[in-house]
């Protein structure tokens, strides 16, 4: 089983679109979790943290259910500048994060 | 420097060859990362140095791999006798301390092993 596991997708959406991503992780010990983004060809860059109590940054809103170790990011109002591939995260040992394969999202105009 | 910088940017080279990877942190960045990323995978961990010591060389795939850091800064991740299944992105990324705010990542080395 893989540690970070995520829908690959794509998951095409038109714009203005809500649209969910979920992972699961394996590690019942991993403290600190995140969202990162990867454009076609480029590295992946951080796009928030994700805290036990959920947060919300702007259009984005990040879950974690740390019973059911699972992560979730909420896309609201989806721009055609969100297409890209969204990464989950977590943490590993000896300060190592652990990168999930990513979910490809598609906005349509 | 203002981001994490890798050198080069591209390298095709041919099977058995060695081949050297640069990564220059941010400044100040006590902690670095090495990962690898295959067309269409996810990112493989392979090294994390705290200063210029490896608590974590768990990902280097075989003993083909290597890398070191010195001075606190600049890395280099070498590859030995290079094989066609090496031939992937290899990224490198900095955080202070940990990753409690997640890693910054340079835009990666593109290896072809032809």
């Known amino acids: 089983r893989k540690e970070v596991e995520q829908d690959p997708g794509p998951f095409n959406v038109p714009e203005g679109a809500t649209v969910a991503f979920n992972c699961t992780y394996s590690n019942s010990a991993s403290q600190s979790f995140f969202w990162y983004r990867q454009d076609c060809r480029k590295e992946p860059k951080l796009l928030m943290s994700?805290?036990?109590s959920g947060n919300e940054d702007g259009r984005f809103t990040a879950q974690l259910n740390r019973a059911s170790q699972y992560i979730s990011l909420l896309i609201r109002d989806s721009k055609l500048s969100d297409s890209a591939t969204y990464l989950c995260v977590v943490s590993g040992g000896y300060n190592k994060l652990i990168f999930g394969a990513g979910t490809r999202l598609a906005v349509h105009p | 420097g203002a981001g994490v910088s890798q050198s080069p940017s591209n390298k095709v080279t041919e099977k058995g060859k060695d081949v050297e990877l640069r990564c220059d942190p941010i400044s100040g960045h006590t902690a670095l990362y090495w990962y690898r990323q295959s067309l269409g995978q996810g990112l493989e961990f392979l090294i994390y140095?705290?200063?210029?010591?490896?608590?974590?060389k768990s990902g280097l795939p075989s003993d083909r791999f290597s890398a070191e850091r010195t001075g606190g800064s600049v890395s280099t991740l070498t590859i030995q006798r290079t094989q066609q299944e090496d031939s992937a992105v290899y990224l490198c990324?900095?955080?202070?301390?940990?990753f409690g705010n997640g890693y910054t990542f340079g835009s990666g080395t593109r290896l072809t092993v032809v």
């Open positions: 140095f705290q200063g210029n010591s490896a608590p974590d």
């Open positions: 990324a900095s955080s202070f301390l940990g």
């Open positions: 994700v805290y036990s």
